[in-house]
């Protein structure tokens, strides 16, 4: 597909290329949607954009597509400043959220729209090879309001495609499907885009969308990039409450640095001591100072009470009480009360069950030092949580 | 008394459909009338008896004096009243639901107030405008005048179309290579085509049968209802029921053929 020879712009030679912005901001009047970012989205890679709403995830993406005119900054593709085009003479399509797709016109004429529109006499082919791609060779005569919501965001993924953009943006493009549907659309979409080897922009409140289908992800937050890097990367080594509570959930804990050497933080929580690597804590860490050392739920082992002593040494250790269970079918989420930390969240796989950890029981958590990550303690420990907004990213910056 | 019980049944489940073809008669009667006394043969110049069946005005419908010329004229009045009416007040729609400008709230408003105005209030204050401008009253009197009451209902038609149009229909045609003029006549108009059809074809029957105002502001010319008030006068002619009956069966003949190009377009969607 990405040797179409029917292609008919001018730079057809020139194929995709980075998408980099320059500084690029928006503000309505004395609101600011995005602040002044720069970004660079590698040819042929997935990249998605990553926040609540109103992060201004989507404002950037319209700026790539050229619907929104920044208010400061450039858009270039490869060595190509668009930042003045408008958006029909960008090689660039997107995917709307809820579609989009034109009601007066049937499946076969809405794929074959931008062909049309830039002067392509014969379609039939490509569009009937693109619907096949989509699988809806049946529906072509139909009209979208006849289609169901996956089929329709089949057309609507069809119809950007088949103009062979440089980049394909795509807003929320699964919001509106069901759970079910979306992970298998997930699937296909990924398999389409390694296919034709188009760079796709992905836009998405999903935190699980976007790490599944996503090379490199920038978390956005208040108008602002917290942080960008790959799926495992920005889960592993979070830089910001934000970041380590948005993407999937943190277990965060109040500490006070008490020596740094070696390599290794060590800090007092609540009594006891913690360590953690030097590398993987983004605060200032001097002695005395305070930090937030977090770890996630599913690298803590949990150990009754009684067993306390098989706790193997040089493992972070906090003691607690089983305030909640819940079962999960491969695993059981317990919910601990520990004096560090009023609901620290711990994520068991259920090989072996241990029947004494019901709520009320006493309990060990241990976790190896080198899963710890430490955080700057001038944010908010909520932000990035459900309804928390937070504005953590000015702590980091 | 069984038999009084099931009827009493009956008339419980259809009484829906007994209200609704009452209604319908009480609707239809006047243009039965109108109809029937168009084959009517009367005594005399007043066609408000029946005395026999005849077709005689029927094979002669321009045999009143005055009668085609001034159908022709209204005719063409509503065909030019509609289009300038349809033109502008599409634009006015599309320019108070696109666009954010200074006095958008008022016009808003002002746009209803032609709708609500009593007619012969607006007639009386329209003579005396084309009289102080010196303007001699006619054809074009007439039309700058149905334009303008025309215009406030294709305004509300249009708009309430343009208003239910997703924005990011567009969008997604200028995403798609479509310039301004191509995304208008490609995405923007077909969607917005039955907002304005049904505009139209508002605009169409009022000015059609306008009287009040085009009375006051025709001077010596006469329109088709203008003809009509004024044989009414001298005595009715079966010619005006004939050409009466003749719309209601092209206005009739109208709605079916767009009910059956709609029906096939649905067989074909399924």
């Not at chain 1, 029909?88 to 995917?95: A, E, I, S």
């Not at chain 2, 003029?181 to 049968?209: E, H, K, M, N, Y």
């Not at chain 2, 009715?236 to 206005?251: L, Y």
Request: aromatic fraction near 8%; charge should be positive.
């Amino acid at each position: 597909m990405t040797t179409n020879p029917t292609k008919t712009r001018p730079d057809a030679a020139d194929r995709g290329g980075d998408v980099r912005l320059a500084g690029i901001g928006k503000t309505y009047g004395s609101f600011t949607a995005v602040h002044p970012l720069d970004l660079t989205v590698a040819r042929g890679s997935f990249f998605a954009l990553l926040g609540a709403s109103g992060c201004g995830k989507t404002t950037t993406l319209r700026m790539i597509a050229g619907l929104e005119e920044p208010s400061s900054g450039t858009v270039h593709l490869g060595d190509r400043d668009v930042t003045a085009l408008p958006p029909y003479k960008r090689p660039v399509n997107t995917v709307f959220q809820s579609y989009a797709l034109f009601p007066h016109l049937d499946i076969y004429e809405n794929v074959a729209f931008g062909l049309r529109r830039r002067g392509i006499r014969s379609v039939k082919k490509q569009v009937g090879e693109m619907l096949d791609l989509v699988q809806l060779g049946e529906q072509a005569r139909r009209k979208p309001h006849q289609l169901s919501g996956g089929q329709q965001q089949r057309v609507a993924v069809a119809r950007a495609l088949i103009n062979h953009p440089e980049v394909l943006l795509l807003d929320e493009p699964l919001g509106a499907l069901d759970l079910k549907l979306r992970r298998r659309m997930q699937l296909e979409l990924k398999r389409i885009q390694t296919e034709v080897g188009i760079t796709f922009v992905h836009v998405t409140h999903d935190q699980e969308e976007a790490m599944t289908m996503a090379d490199r992800v920038a978390v956005m937050n208040a108008g602002r990039v917290e942080q960008l890097g790959a799926p495992a990367d920005l889960y592993e080594n979070p830089r910001t409450t934000f970041v380590a509570n948005f993407l999937g959930t943190s277990n965060l804990v109040e500490a006070e640095v008490d020596t740094r050497g070696g390599g290794d933080v060590v800090v007092k929580a609540a009594g006891g001591k913690l360590v953690l690597p030097g590398a993987r804590c983004s605060a200032p860490a001097q002695a005395g100072g305070r930090v937030l050392v977090g770890i996630r739920p599913e690298k803590i082992t949990l150990t009754h009470a009684d067993d306390a002593g098989s706790v193997p040494e040089g493992r972070n250790r906090i003691t607690g009480t089983i305030s909640n269970t819940s079962f999960i079918g491969v695993s059981t989420q317990y919910v601990v009360d520990c004096a560090a930390c009023p609901e620290f969240e711990v994520y068991a796989q259920n090989i072996d069950r241990d029947p004494r950890l019901v709520p009320g029981a006493d309990v060990v958590l241990h976790w190896d030092p080198a899963h710890t990550f430490g955080l700057d303690a001038g944010q908010s420990v909520l932000a990035g949580t459900t309804g928390e907004a937070g504005t953590a990213g000015d702590g980091a910056a | 008394m069984a038999f009084v019980t099931s009827l009493l049944n009956w008339f419980r489940r259809h009484l829906v459909v007994i209200a609704g073809l009452l209604t319908l008669a009480y609707l239809l009667l006047p243009n039965v009338v109108v109809t029937v006394f168009s084959f009517n043969k009367p005594n005399g110049r007043f066609n408000y008896e029946w005395q026999r069946f005849s077709t005689d005005a029927w094979k002669d419908p321009c045999g009143v004096a005055g009668l085609c010329g001034s159908l022709s004229l209204s005719l063409q009045i509503a065909l030019w009243a509609t289009l300038g009416a349809t033109a502008l007040g599409t634009a006015i729609a599309f320019a108070l639901v696109r666009y954010r400008f200074r006095a958008r709230g008022a016009i808003n408003s002002l746009i209803f107030l032609p709708m609500a105005m009593p007619e012969v209030v607006m007639a009386a204050s329209l003579l005396t405008l084309f009289l102080n401008m010196g303007a001699r009253l006619g054809f074009w009197t007439v039309l700058i005048a149905h334009i303008m009451f025309c215009l406030s209902f294709v305004v509300t038609a249009v708009k309430a179309r343009v208003m239910s149009m997703d924005p990011r229909l567009e969008q997604a045609a200028q995403d798609l290579y479509a310039g301004p003029f191509q995304t208008f006549v490609r995405v923007t108009l077909p969607i917005a085509a039955p907002g304005i059809a049904a505009g139209a074809l508002l605009a169409f029957a009022l000015s059609f049968d306008d009287f009040i105002i085009t009375n006051f502001n025709a001077g010596s010319t006469v329109t088709f209802p203008m003809f009509v008030w004024g044989s009414a006068q001298r005595g009715t002619p079966v010619q005006i029921n004939v050409v009466g009956t003749a719309m209601f069966v092209v206005a009739v003949l109208f709605v079916l053929a767009s009910m059956a190009v709609g029906n096939r377009r649905t067989r074909r969607k399924a």
